[in-house]
Every structure is written in C-alpha cells, then in structure tokens.
C-alpha cells in the first residue's frame, strides 16, 4: 500500500508544469491589456489551463498515494427491526391524523384544487389563436410591394425571374410573405377556378413553407420547381404549388392577383387557404372552396 | 408631232422623257435594292460580320443552335440571349458541349479570349439581348449587398456561397467565379438560376450584390480558423474531435492508475 | 482529541466543531472511487458545464434580449447601417466592440457542444456497462431528465443571437409545438405571445436560458452526485472487487487533485477551441427575418438528429374528422417521446427482460450482454443516421449527388443499417466473452465476509 520514494524527475516536470502555467497566465492578462487577438488570448490561457491541470494530474498520478484502498459498501437495505421501526413512525402519525375520516379526502380535494387553478395565470402568457391562422395581412386591391416597400409593375420580373413581396402596409410581415415567380403564358395550366389568378404569368404563392415554416426560397427556374431549404419539400410553381418532394404535404396557398389600370400588381383577395405549417383545427380542403377572389 | 425620219436624241421632248424615267425608275430601283440589302443583318458597328466568328460559330455552334442562332431539336435559339449570355456561357466553359445531354458546367473555357470577344459580337447581336454589364465595384455599399445577397442568392448559393441542393441539380459555388460572370449569371438567369432584370435589381444593386459576394471569396474569420464556412455541420464534427481528445485524457488519466496494479 | 497545526486544519478542525461534521468529513476524505478511465466522463460533462456558466456570467452581462429594431453602427463593416435586432446589435457589439467578447462566445458555445457530447459519452458507458441497474435506477433517471434539459438548453442558447441561421431554428421549433395534437396552436401561442413571430419571446428564452435552467440543471446534478455518493460508485468485476466493496483511489488528496486537473485540462482545451476554432460566426450569417433564408441550414449537432428525422420523414399526415395531425408531429414530437421515454424505462425493461431484479454494484463488461450491447449499438448508429440526414445537403453539395437518389439510399439505411449493426455488435460480443470469459478471480456475487473498515 505504500508508494516508492517520488522520484526527482516526476516532482521537476510538476515544478516545470506549474511554472508553465504561472507564465501564461501572465502571459495572459498582459495580451489581455493590450487588446492582443482571441487568438492569443485563447493560446495563453489554454496553455495555462493544461499546464496546470496536467501538473495536478501526474502529481496526483505520480506523488501521492495510489491505494488499493478499499472501502465497504453500506447497506442500503433496511433491516427488518429498521423497517417496523420506520413503518411505525409513519403508521403512528396517520393513525393521529386519520381520526376524522372525512377531513382527509377534503384536504386532497382542496389542494388538489388549489395546485390546479394556479396554474391558471398561464394563459396570460399568449393570446388563443383564434382565426389568426387562417388571416394574412393580404387584402382586395391591396398593392404589391418588395421588402423595402416600393410597388412592383407587372413588367419588372421578366420570365424566369422570381421576388419576395408583402402588401402595402405589411411590410416585411412573416405571414403575408409572398414569392411571385414569372412564368411564360404558354406553360400555365391553372387549376379550374383559377384561371384569372395569374396575369401575364405572375404566379403568386405563399412563401411560409407548408411543413415547418421556413421560407421557400430557391426557385429552380428551368423546372418551375420552389425549394424550401430547411428539409427540401419541393413544390410544382405550374401545378397549384403542389409538393413533389420532401416532407410538405400541402400545396403552398396562391395569391390571386391582378394589374391595376397605372400597371402595378394588385391582389384580388387573400391566400386560398391559411398559410404555413399545419395545426390541429386546420380543415381538410374542399373542393369547391375558393377564397379571396370574386 | 411626227417623230418619223429624225433620230431620239434630236427630239428635246424625247430625251426629256426618257431621263425623267431613267431617273424615276432608277431610283426607285435603286431604293428597293438599298432595303433589301438594309434589311439583312447588318453587322455590329455597320462591319460585315468576322469571318473567323462566323467560322466559329458554324463550327462550334449551330449545329445545335442553328443558323443564326434560330435553334434546332437539340438546342434552344440564341435570338435575343444578349452578349452578356454568350460572354458568360463561354467564359465560363460551359459551352460548348458536344452532346445536349451533357450536364452544362464550369470548366476551362474552350476558347481564346479573342475567340470569345468574337463570337460574342457575332452571336450576341442575333437580336436584342441583355448587354454585358458595367461593373463599378469600388464604393460599392457592402451592407446593402449582404442584404440583397442574403434575400436573393443565399437561398441557392448558401450564405458563404458554397452552392446548395436543389431538385436533380446543385446551384454552384461562387468562390471562383470572376465579378463580371456574376452579374452576367444574375442578368440572364442561366439554367435552373432565375433571372434578375435591371427593374428588380437595378444596376448599382448589382454592383452592391456582386461586391458581397467578392467579398464572400475571403470573409472576416474573426473567430479563428473557419472549418470551410459549413456551419453546424463542419462545427459538430470539430466538437467531437475536442471531445475524444478529452476522452483520450481522460484515458492517460485513469489507465496508468489501474496498470500493474493488480 | 486531535491537535491540527496547520491553518487548513484549524479552519477544518473549526468547521468540525460548529457542525459536527468530523465523521462525515473524515468519511467523505477517505472515499474510495475506482480508478477506470471511462468513469471521468461525466466529469468532463461537469467541468464543461462549470466552463458554461463561468462565460455565460460574462456573456449575460453584455446581451440584451430585446427585438426593437435598430441600426448597427459597430466596427464590422458590411453590416453598418443595416436594420437588426437589439439582441443580435448586442451580440455584434460583443464580439466586435468588448475585448475578449468573441473569445468568451466561442469558449461558451464549444462548452455546449462538449458538455452534450460527454453527456452522451457517459450515457453510453452507464448503458453498456448496467450501471442503471438497481439500485441506480433513480440516478439514471435524474440523467436521461439532464440530458433533455442540456438539450433544450444549448437549442436556447443559441437561438439568442437572432441571427439568421437560428432563427430558421426558431420558427421550426414553433411548427413543431403547433403540430402537436389538440393543444398545439394554443401553445404555440401561450410560449410564442402570439402568431410566430409573437412578442417578447427572446425575453422568455434569456430568462430561461440564463436562469430556470441552469437552476434545474444545477439541482439535478447535486442529486446526481449525492446519489453517487451515497451509494458509492459501481466498479468492474477483478480481483479483490466484490458486490461488497469498493477499490481504488481516495477522493482526498489523490482523487480530488486527479479530478481537480482535469477540470483545468477541459478548460484549456475549451480555451484553446475558443481562441483558435471559429464557431458560429453571426455576422456572416446576417440578422434574422421570417422571410429570407440560407441553404446549408443546419441546427447544432445535438438538436440536428430531430432536423435529420424531419427531413427523411415521408409526406405522411393525418386529416380527418376535421382535423389535421401534421406531418412534423411525427419525427418532431413523437420520435423524441419514443426515444426518451425507452431511455427512461430501460431500467425496468432490462429488469423485466432478464428478470433480474437483483442489487449490482458490479459492471458488466459489454461483451458479457450481446443483447443490451447489440441494441445500444443499433441506437447509436440510428442517431448517427439521422445527423447524417440533417446535414445531407451539405453532403450532397460536396459530393455532387443529387439530393433525391441520396435521401432514398438514406431512408434504405435507416431501415436496415441499425438492424444490421446491432446484429453485429452482439455476434462479436458473444465471441468475445467467449473467448475472454470472466477470470476465476472476478468475483460476481460472493458476499464478502464482513471486514473491518478500510486497509492503507
């Protein structure tokens, strides 16, 4: 159980390991006042750590007592006399309390109650949903606009060319966000009821992705094909945004629109269904069900 | 009055005549033929067209693209591309590919300069197209660029521009592309890449754009050395690296304890 | 009476007097704790999470959690003059504009990366050697509870810089707790304060962050030790070793300045990360806004494995009778419950499987459970799986694959490969034990006689 002698060497190398660190550590408060790099700053401290972690360490390792040492284990089960006695000072206690039979229930019932209702104040934390899911800031006649807020005329996106934009007066607005992409008039096949919601080729989509609310920022303009980066749901600009890879497993709501007699794209109602990732109360689509456009 | 027995050139009402039509014929003539040859493809400059771009042209080119960029089965028409089009492709060795199967790509540009500069006034003047752009990068706003960059291109290229995944392709990186192929690429909107016209980003926003993404090649890496700019994922495996270096201390620490010590 | 001459002994001595402690302090001085290296682990988890909150001190004194929009006019450049958050003009103020900010970030964030991964590395040696079993069951709960708090934590932590990358996060985050059955908008709501992107939410995530849950995690890691301690810790079968005993080192002076250096050492190699090892660089990634996005979007590793599952996850959800279970539900929600709430009962499992029901302060070498190794082998490939998927655009990218042959090949993979490699895992430990068998000399269950208090 006794250890040999330290030998010299091993105690010089804690000496030389210590010293190490006492130097960086000066080392690092001076980089410190003179505003030296992180890099500095990360290499004098870091080295100032090790060294002396690694001191204690073969100190420890090397210079003091490495045992076997051995220890019992206590007993962590109660002998029989430990138990009745512990089983008794319970019983006892109850067999106090227990004498009126009814107060019991009634005092469960009461801070079962009282435990209940203070949970309560949480809903201050948020308002309910309400229809909140289903709105956007898009509205009839409301003009279209980029992310700095100026009106975008039907003829700035050429074919092939894609823009983020908002209503007016929601600029920047995480629900309304809206990606329009350019298409050439020979390729559109709207779906029925559609027809009219896309002039000059002007496709209008929401940019919340159906699956988990990333915006849907690629547009692969070849393919006609909007990509959400997050988990890649894909989704066909031609074909009502319909996902054709991915996890998204709803089209992203199309925005009607129109020009407006100065040119300028207006929308002709809200998103034909509720934008974003799927909640609970969301509806399965109807058929017949269009919203927004007249 | 009889005009037998005397010659034409005698009688002044003749000769009056037959100048009035030679000069009304004539020109009239004369103007049909200047529209016809008007109406031609004249040349960039009023030139003739170079002969070696033709040469090149017909050579590389319009077995694909067709005589006078019209198309064929196997590639589109070049009518209306622009120059800053056929700059970009050629620059970037993308064209020409000899099967129209082939995934277009950067590679090393198949022609000379010279070529290039030739073929471009010949090809990219097959109808109006977008010119090749007027870059003026110095005094460019970098903060209005990260922004527009942020917006526009980071969702394809990645917010180092080391490219992403889209559907069947992979939007490149833009770490070796030169500034002027960058505005090239948003102005014409090459492949799967949409198209950026001046009325969406206009010409000092392409300057703004094209500088970021300058700056982009060689960012700020205040924080040390950048682990190749991926992110989390190139981040989470150096984690891991620090974290078996410490489990091998922990190694040293405990296995000389229980060595020969049974 | 003992005379201590030294000052430490006087203060000691002092102490002993006022609470009556000197049998337990000589008790807690001589406790032995077996010297296997796979038994640091934790403890790297524990200095990793000191190096957390010692720069979260820092870091908390210089960030400000509020979403006012303002302008950044700092020193770095390409951002003057844009629009930003305060949170994230706060955070570019530190990194920029506070000597040794950007380090004290660094250091903190690569503590995060390292305390989950120890958290991880200790788990799968608690698992592999049956340390969960009776009487631990209790300790292993108390961790599997830390190892979903330190999750949740780290995801906080960095979701405060608002930056555009863990924004994305953030708003993921919020389609998942939508999608939960029933109650999941209204929560949505209530945590959110309103439609994404609400109000006030950094707020609530900083006093989180800074306060609830280092709170828990302090606490569950006190009763994580006094568990430890009260039952001392387990040891491997080897001669001298029993069901009854404990060997190896004790805590005081040897274990203590053992352990006590290798927290220094953790803290030089987070020192060394900090300074040198770039990590999270916000102001290339921009401030956040719900309408702008980078590919190459990936979460921190720890939370990347739920990213990976909602990516490989087939477009399958439920609409019916009028209601919709979104398809996030699934690998974002109900995985992770399956997953946890297995990790929680393993204990009880195990027991029910093998029927035993008995006390082991004796570990098992792997090897010597084919069964338990192969399925902690399968689990780890599935994990490994799934953060492989988190990041298959980046893969892709750099591969040149195209992103749709590889998620089907990866969906293959997570079908067949845990599978395969479970098998595996518990053919060579099989072998193995039968190869090696136990030694002669190991004691398993011998009661020792009961020996008088402790040798050396």
Same mark, same amino acid.
């Given at each position: 159980?006794?250890?040999?002698?330290?030998?010299?060497?091993?105690?010089?190398?804690?000496?030389?390991?210590?010293?190490?660190?006492?130097?960086?550590?000066?080392?690092?408060?001076?980089?410190?006042?003179?505003?030296?790099?992180?890099?500095?700053? =990360?290499?004098?401290?870091?080295?100032?750590?090790?060294?002396?972690?690694?001191?204690?360490?073969?100190?420890?390792?090397?210079?003091?007592?490495? #045992?076997?040492?051995?220890?019992?284990?206590?007993?962590?089960?109660?002998?029989?006399?430990?138990?009745?006695?512990?089983?008794?000072?319970?019983?006892? #206690?109850?067999?106090?309390? #227990?004498?009126?039979?009814?107060?019991?229930?009634?005092?469960?019932?009461?801070?079962?109650?009282?435990?209940?209702?203070?949970?309560?104040?949480?809903?201050?934390?948020?308002?309910?949903?309400?229809?909140?899911?289903?709105?956007?800031?898009?509205?009839?006649?409301?003009?279209?606009?980029?992310?700095?807020?100026?009106?975008?005329?039907? !003829? !700035?996106?050429?074919?092939?060319?894609?823009?983020?934009?908002?209503?007016?007066?929601?600029?920047?607005?995480?629900?309304?966000?809206?990606?329009?992409?350019?298409?050439?008039?020979?390729?559109?096949?709207?779906?029925?009821?559609?027809?009219?919601?896309?002039?000059?080729?002007?496709?209008?989509?929401?940019?919340?992705?159906?699956?988990?609310?990333?915006?849907?920022?690629?547009?692969?303009?070849?393919?006609?094909?909007?990509?959400?980066?997050?988990?890649?749901?894909?989704?066909?600009?031609?074909?009502?945004?319909?996902?054709?890879?991915?996890?998204?497993?709803?089209?992203?709501?199309?925005?009607?629109?129109?020009?407006?007699?100065?040119?300028?794209?207006?929308?002709?109602?809200?998103?034909?269904?509720?934008?974003?990732?799927?909640?609970?109360?969301?509806?399965?689509?109807?058929?017949?069900?269009?919203?927004?456009?007249? | 009055?009889?005009?037998?027995?005397?010659?034409?050139?005698?009688?002044?009402?003749?000769?009056?005549?037959?100048?009035?039509?030679?000069?009304?014929?004539?020109?009239?003539?004369?103007?049909?033929?200047?529209?016809?040859?008007?109406?031609?493809?004249?040349?960039?400059?009023?030139?003739?067209?170079?002969?070696?771009?033709?040469?090149?042209?017909?050579?590389?080119?319009?077995?694909?693209?067709?005589?006078?960029?019209?198309?064929?089965?196997?590639?589109?028409?070049?009518?209306?591309?622009?120059?800053?089009?056929?700059?970009?492709?050629?620059?970037?060795?993308?064209?020409?590919?000899?099967?129209?199967?082939?995934?277009?790509?950067?590679?090393?540009?198949?022609?000379s300069d010279e070529e290039i500069r030739k073929l471009v006034d010949y090809a990219g003047a097959f109808g109006a197209g977008p010119p090749l752009p007027a870059l003026d990068l110095a005094g460019a706003d970098l903060a209005r660029g990260e922004q527009l960059y942020?917006?526009?291109?980071?969702?394809?290229?990645?917010?180092?521009?080391?490219?992403?995944?889209?559907?069947?392709?992979?939007?490149?990186?833009?770490?070796?592309?030169?500034?002027?192929?960058?505005?090239?690429?948003?102005?014409?909107?090459?492949?799967?890449?949409?198209?950026?016209?001046?009325?969406?980003?206009?010409?000092?926003?392409?300057?703004?754009?094209?500088?970021?993404?300058?700056?982009?090649?060689?960012?700020? !890496?205040?924080?040390?050395?950048?682990?190749?700019?991926?992110?989390?994922?190139?981040?989470?495996?150096?984690?891991?690296?620090?974290?078996?270096?410490?489990?091998?201390?922990?190694?040293?620490?405990?296995?000389?304890?229980?060595?020969?010590?049974? | 009476?003992?005379?201590?001459?030294?000052?430490? =002994?006087?203060?000691?001595?002092?102490?002993?007097?006022?609470?009556?402690?000197?049998?337990?302090?000589?008790?807690?001085?001589?406790?032995?704790?077996?010297?296997?290296?796979?038994?640091?682990?934790?403890?790297?988890?524990?200095?990793?999470?000191?190096? %957390?909150?010692?720069?979260?001190?820092?870091?908390?004194?210089?960030?400000?959690?509020?979403?006012?929009?303002?302008?950044?006019?700092?020193?770095?450049?390409?951002?003057?003059?844009?629009?930003?958050?305060?949170?994230?003009?706060?955070?570019?103020?530190?990194?920029? !504009?506070?000597?040794?900010?950007?380090?004290?970030?660094?250091?903190?964030?690569?503590?995060?990366?390292?305390?989950?991964?120890?958290?991880?590395?200790?788990?799968?040696?608690?698992?592999?050697?049956?340390?969960?079993?009776?009487?631990?069951?209790?300790?292993?709960?108390? =961790?599997?509870?830390?190892?979903?708090?330190?999750?949740?934590?780290?995801?906080?932590?960095?979701?405060?810089?608002?930056?555009?990358?863990?924004?994305?996060?953030?708003?993921?985050?919020?389609?998942?707790?939508?999608?939960?059955?029933?109650?999941?908008?209204?929560?949505?709501?209530?945590?959110?304060?309103?439609?994404?992107?609400?109000?006030?939410?950094?707020?609530?995530?900083?006093?989180?962050?800074?306060?609830?849950?280092?709170?828990?995690?302090?606490?569950?890691?006190?009763?994580?030790?006094?568990?430890?301690?009260?039952?001392?810790?387990?040891?491997?079968?080897?001669?001298?070793?029993?069901?009854?005993?404990?060997?190896?080192?004790?805590?005081?002076?040897?274990?203590?300045?053992?352990?006590?250096?290798?927290?220094?050492?953790?803290?030089?190699?987070?020192?060394?990360?900090? =300074?040198?090892?770039?990590?999270?660089?916000?102001?290339?990634?921009?401030?956040?806004?719900?309408?702008?996005?980078?590919?190459?979007?990936?979460?921190?590793?720890?939370?990347?494995?739920?990213?990976?599952?909602?990516?490989?996850?087939?477009?399958?959800?439920?609409?019916?009778?009028?209601?919709?279970?979104?398809?996030?539900?699934?690998?974002?929600?109900?995985?992770?419950?399956?997953?946890?709430?297995?990790?929680?009962?393993?204990?009880?499992?195990?027991?029910?499987?093998?029927?035993?029901?008995?006390?082991?302060?004796?570990?098992?070498?792997?090897?010597?459970?084919?069964?338990?190794?192969?399925?902690?082998?399968?689990?780890?490939?599935?994990?490994? %799986?799934?953060?492989?998927?988190?990041?298959?655009?980046?893969?892709?990218?750099?591969?040149?694959?195209?992103?749709?042959?590889?998620?089907?090949?990866?969906?293959?993979?997570?079908?067949?490969?845990?599978?395969?490699?479970?098998?595996?895992?518990?053919?060579?430990?099989?072998?193995?034990?039968?190869?090696?068998?136990?030694?002669?000399?190991?004691?398993?269950?011998?009661?020792?006689?009961?020996?008088?208090?402790?040798?050396?």
């Amino acid at each position: 159980m006794s250890q040999a002698p330290p030998p010299a060497r091993t105690a010089r190398r804690v000496t030389l390991l210590f010293l190490t660190s006492l130097a960086a550590s000066v080392a690092f408060a001076v980089a410190y006042s003179v505003a030296a790099s992180i890099q500095v700053l =990360g290499l004098t401290l870091g080295i100032a750590m090790l060294a002396l972690g690694a001191g204690m360490a073969v100190w420890s390792k090397r210079l003091m007592p490495q #045992g076997p040492f051995v220890e019992e284990r206590p007993d962590l089960e109660p002998t029989p006399e430990e138990e009745r006695a512990a089983a008794e000072a319970f019983v006892s #206690g109850e067999r106090a309390i #227990g004498r009126r039979k009814l107060l019991g229930p009634l005092f469960a019932a009461a801070a079962g109650m009282l435990g209940l209702v203070v949970l309560w104040p949480v809903r201050s934390l948020g308002p309910r949903p309400g229809s909140a899911l289903r709105v956007t800031g898009w509205r009839r006649g409301a003009r279209v606009v980029n992310e700095l807020g100026q009106p975008v005329r039907a !003829d !700035d996106l050429e074919v092939g060319g894609v823009i983020t934009a908002f209503p007016e007066g929601h600029v920047r607005s995480a629900d309304a966000q809206t990606i329009i992409v350019r298409v050439a008039d020979a390729v559109l096949r709207p779906p029925a009821g559609r027809e009219d919601w896309a002039p000059g080729g002007h496709l209008a989509y929401s940019k919340v992705c159906t699956h988990a609310g990333c915006p849907v920022g690629l547009y692969q303009a070849d393919s006609h094909v909007l990509i959400c980066p997050c988990h890649q749901a894909a989704f066909d600009v031609l074909d009502a945004a319909r996902p054709v890879f991915g996890p998204a497993t709803r089209p992203l709501p199309q925005l009607p629109l129109e020009v407006d007699g100065e040119g300028f794209l207006v929308a002709r109602g809200d998103f034909s269904e509720p934008v974003g990732p799927g909640f609970w109360e969301l509806e399965p689509p109807r058929e017949d069900r269009q919203r927004g456009a007249s | 009055m009889s005009r037998c027995g005397t010659r034409w050139s005698q009688r002044p009402a003749d000769r009056f005549r037959a100048l009035r039509g030679l000069v009304v014929w004539g020109g009239l003539a004369g103007l049909i033929i200047a529209v016809m040859a008007g109406g031609v493809r004249a040349p960039a400059a009023g030139q003739q067209p170079d002969p070696q771009a033709v040469q090149l042209y017909r050579a590389n080119c319009s077995f694909c693209h067709g005589v006078d960029g019209a198309g064929t089965f196997q590639g589109p028409p070049l009518v209306g591309v622009g120059r800053a089009s056929v700059d970009f492709y050629l620059r970037s060795g993308r064209m020409p590919i000899d099967d129209p199967d082939e995934p277009v790509t950067r590679q090393e540009p198949k022609f000379s300069d010279e070529e290039i500069r030739k073929l471009v006034d010949y090809a990219g003047a097959f109808g109006a197209g977008p010119p090749l752009p007027a870059l003026d990068l110095a005094g460019a706003d970098l903060a209005r660029g990260e922004q527009l960059y942020q917006l526009n291109c980071a969702a394809c290229h990645n917010w180092d521009g080391k490219g992403g995944a889209l559907v069947g392709v992979l939007a490149p990186p833009l770490h070796a592309v030169p500034p002027v192929q960058l505005a090239e690429a948003i102005r014409i909107g090459p492949g799967p890449m949409p198209v950026f016209p001046p009325d969406v980003l206009d010409d000092q926003e392409l300057n703004e754009v094209v500088a970021y993404t300058e700056y982009l090649k060689d960012p700020y !890496d205040a924080g040390g050395y950048g682990l190749a700019h991926w992110g989390p994922a190139t981040e989470g495996l150096a984690g891991v690296v620090g974290l078996v270096m410490l489990l091998l201390v922990t190694f040293w620490l405990g296995k000389r304890a229980s060595a020969g010590r049974r | 009476m003992t005379h201590v001459d030294t000052p430490v =002994g006087k203060l000691l001595s002092g102490l002993d007097r006022r609470l009556g402690a000197a049998k337990f302090t000589r008790s807690k001085l001589n406790y032995v704790f077996p010297e296997q290296f796979s038994f640091l682990f934790g403890e790297i988890a524990l200095y990793a999470f000191v190096a %957390l909150v010692a720069t979260g001190i820092f870091l908390m004194l210089f960030y400000s959690p509020s979403e006012t929009k303002t302008l950044y006019e700092g020193s770095y450049a390409p951002l003057r003059g844009v629009e930003m958050s305060e949170a994230y003009r706060s955070v570019m103020r530190l990194s920029f !504009d506070v000597r040794g900010g950007l380090l004290m970030r660094q250091i903190h964030h690569w503590a995060a990366l390292v305390f989950t991964g120890a958290v991880a590395a200790h788990l799968c040696r608690v698992f592999f050697t049956g340390a969960f079993r009776k009487p631990r069951e209790l300790n292993w709960v108390t =961790g599997v509870i830390l190892l979903m708090v330190i999750l949740l934590e780290g995801f906080m932590g960095y979701s405060l810089l608002d930056d555009l990358l863990s924004g994305a996060g953030v708003r993921i985050a919020n389609a998942v707790v939508q999608s939960i059955p029933v109650v999941g908008s209204t929560a949505a709501f209530w945590l959110w304060g309103g439609e994404y992107p609400g109000s006030g939410f950094l707020g609530r995530l900083f006093t989180l962050h800074i306060f609830l849950m280092p709170a828990l995690i302090t606490a569950l890691i006190l009763v994580h030790l006094a568990l430890i301690v009260r039952q001392k810790h387990t040891q491997f079968p080897g001669k001298g070793r029993t069901e009854r005993n404990v060997v190896g080192t004790r805590m005081w002076p040897t274990y203590m300045t053992m352990s006590t250096g290798l927290a220094f050492m953790v803290g030089g190699v987070l020192a060394l990360m900090g =300074g040198w090892l770039q990590i999270n660089p916000v102001w290339l990634y921009g401030p956040y806004d719900p309408f702008t996005i980078t590919s190459g979007s990936q979460a921190d590793y720890y939370v990347l494995w739920i990213q990976g599952a909602l990516r490989l996850m087939p477009p399958w959800e439920v609409r019916a009778w009028g209601v919709t279970v979104p398809n996030p539900f699934f690998p974002g929600i109900l995985l992770p419950v399956v997953l946890f709430g297995l990790l929680f009962a393993w204990p009880w499992l195990e027991a029910a499987v093998t029927r035993d029901w008995r006390t082991h302060h004796l570990l098992d070498r792997p090897r010597d459970r084919p069964a338990r190794t192969g399925l902690g082998v399968a689990a780890i490939v599935l994990v490994t %799986l799934l953060l492989i998927a988190g990041s298959d655009d980046v893969i892709a990218v750099e591969a040149g694959w195209s992103i749709v042959a590889f998620r089907n090949v990866e969906r293959i993979l997570l079908l067949v490969l845990p599978v395969i490699a479970g098998l595996l895992a518990a053919r060579v430990a099989r072998d193995l034990s039968r190869a090696e068998p136990l030694g002669a000399d190991a004691a398993t269950e011998v009661p020792a006689p009961a020996s008088g208090g402790e040798r050396g």
